[in-house]
């Protein structure tokens, strides 16, 4: 089907301006004012925003933990994406320890064919390379997975040391594969949670005081002497705290390639949403946890001044009932994670951009065209421009939302904002020159959806 989007405004990371777009076969083929051209359909946009699709960088969806998996598979989370204006994600395949990681992407490849309702790509964390094979990593380049994630905690499970780091970054770098970091400090948590549990402090909020500001400021720290060692650049996951931040903000004014994202966890969260009654602040246990309310402003300055470049989701949806409460009486027995694939665009429009925080073209930035920079997807996608990939929302910037668990499309059974008041929706999704979304109906269907196979690593900013 052709579409003809007529007098929207468009706003890209760099421009704002309005113009009609022409449509056909999954592309952008014209862009221009008053266009004529004959179509399937015609939109008109008159009074709306036209917008690249968010890209959501960080998700883990269909996710095993023990005997569990995470309530979003790639259907439901997708779907629920799309419904937030999001039209493609990059999730977190897991090597398992003592498998080869090719078997990761082999399942993980399985898990999203036959359900995802839009596009997709991969990062990989590895948690060994057997017998230090990094033939491995060059045949995960070659299958366009180009990112790579390695933790500096959960020891005995996923961590790694400093070493395996260092000649991991180092490596990457020669193949063109960017290293993303899970920066908290592994040793000093396990000294807290041990101590903690013997003093008989179960409850939730323990999940957070066992991971004080400090084991992700250090941990960032020493992440970065490692990667200037290696002289080769890093990403760091999910930044919740100033003082990491700060670290971060440090390294990029010595001309360092050092990058980072947060999450609308960390903005639009703090200490303070917890000490409910009973076991509710279980909804809250995700890491990092969350911070001091303070943090907020510094982490919406480093969004402003390019400091941190990228707002991702860090999705991990567990159900609060039959899942979170196999922690009823251990913190750590809690599974780690949070729901927010379907409202990043929602809240960084409604308290960014409504609030003066950010810029409209910021909002862009951050959300869509800097992911897909940065993970080897632009100009295929992440802008509006002749050639690029349809991936296209029409944003009605007066629309206002009321976010709870009874109205989202994620199959997790709370939501992080319930009740909270958002201004700003996708009215309709396009990807890929398809209508997926319409007036909150999903006209997609799964497995339509296509792995996309990224670029190099090749950014600076």
């Known amino acids: 089907m052709s579409l003809l989007i007529k007098n929207g405004r468009i706003i890209t990371a760099d421009q704002d301006y309005t113009s009609d777009i022409y449509i056909q076969n999954e592309k952008i083929r014209s862009i221009g004012p008053s266009l004529t051209i004959n179509a399937d359909r015609i939109i008109d946009a008159k009074g709306k925003f036209v917008i690249p699709g968010g890209i959501d960088v960080h998700t883990h969806l269909d996710m095993p933990l023990g005997n569990i998996v995470t309530a979003d598979d790639f259907e439901t989370g997708t779907k629920a994406a799309a419904f937030g204006g999001t039209t493609c994600i990059i999730d977190y395949a897991t090597q398992a320890r003592g498998t080869k990681i090719q078997s990761a992407f082999d399942l993980w490849m399985m898990k999203a064919e036959s359900k995802a309702c839009i596009d997709y790509g991969f990062h990989m964390i590895i948690t060994a390379l057997l017998a230090n094979d990094y033939t491995e990593l060059d045949k995960l380049v070659e299958e366009g997975i180009t990112s790579f994630k390695l933790f500096m905690a959960y020891p005995n499970a996923l961590q790694v ?221 992440g802008t509006i421009a002749v050639g690029s990939d349809a991936d296209i929302v029409i944003w009605n910037p007066k629309k206002e939302n009321v976010l709870s668990a009874s109205t989202h499309h994620m199959a997790v059974d709370y939501s992080l904002y319930e009740g909270v008041k958002t201004i700003g929706n996708a009215d309709l999704v396009i990807a890929r020159g398809e209508i997926i979304i319409e007036n909150n109906i999903f006209y997609g269907k799964p497995g339509r959806g296509k792995y996309i196979k990224r670029d190099k690593f090749n950014f600076t900013i």
């Not at 960390?266 to 200490?271: D, T």
């Open 161 to 381: 040391d400093d070493e395996t780091i260092f000649e991991i970054i180092k490596y990457s770098k020669q193949i063109g594969a960017l290293v993303c970091l899970h920066a908290e400090d592994g040793k000093e948590i396990e000294r807290n949670i041990r101590k903690y549990l013997i003093e008989g402090k179960t409850s939730p909020i323990n999940h957070a005081l066992t991971r004080p500001f400090s084991t992700e400021a250090n941990a960032v720290r020493r992440a970065i002497a490692i990667s200037q060692r290696a002289n080769a650049p890093v990403y760091f996951v999910h930044i919740s705290t100033a003082d990491a931040l700060n670290e971060i903000s440090n390294a990029r004014d010595k001309k360092l390639p050092v990058y980072a994202e947060t999450c609308p966890q960390y903005l639009f969260l703090s200490l303070n949403d917890m000490h409910k009654s009973g076991f509710e602040d279980a909804k809250l246990v995700f890491t990092p946890p969350p911070r001091e309310k303070w943090n907020q402003e510094k982490l919406w300055e480093g969004l402003k001044n390019n400091s941190l470049q990228i707002v991702s989701t860090d999705h991990c949806s567990f159900n609060y009932s039959g899942q979170k409460d196999l922690g009823k009486n251990d913190f750590t027995k809690i599974p780690n994670g949070c729901p927010g694939i379907e409202t990043r665009l929602q809240l960084t429009f409604s308290g960014g951009v409504l609030q003066n925080k950010i810029s409209l073209n910021r909002w862009i930035e951050i959300n869509s065209t800097t992911p897909a920079k940065m993970f080897g997807m632009f100009p295929q996608k």
